[in-house]
């Protein structure tokens, strides 16, 4: 059975920073492209970020510059290293798993783990 575990959220202030994991187990981690994505209050969930199995990565446009995702196989962890937080930040965020890098649907999801930024 596949599990995915978010960790590292919490309150931060504008401008602030905050790192989160993402541990794996019961997949094939190495071959799997992972991904975060968010839902904010009364919204629909939204695309993050990305990784694919070789590294390359994705991001959304209102990210880039302030986040990295990145992977360790070794630990079967993806992280979200999100920099220069905004209020509109302000989400749960959720780790996903795919075997197929190729059609957009993700096969495993995580509980998600709740960010807020203050202004």
């Known amino acids: 059975q596949v599990h995915l575990v978010e960790s590292g959220g919490g309150l931060v202030q504008a401008g602030g920073s905050l790192r989160l994991s993402c541990a794996a187990s019961g997949l094939t981690f190495s071959r799997s492209a992972m991904g975060w994505f968010r839902q904010a209050p009364g919204k629909e969930r939204e695309f993050v970020a990305a990784?694919?199995?070789?590294?390359?990565?994705d991001y959304a446009d209102s990210v880039k510059g302030r986040f990295t995702i990145s992977r360790d196989n070794a630990k079967n962890t993806v992280y979200l290293q999100m920099n220069s937080l905004k209020p509109e930040d302000t989400a749960v965020y959720y780790c996903?798993?795919?075997?197929?890098?190729?059609?957009?649907?993700?096969?495993?999801w995580g509980q998600g783990t709740q960010v807020t930024v203050s202004s």
């Open positions: 996903a798993a795919k075997y197929n890098a190729v059609l957009p649907k993700y096969d495993y």
């Open positions: 990784i694919s199995r070789s590294a390359n990565t």
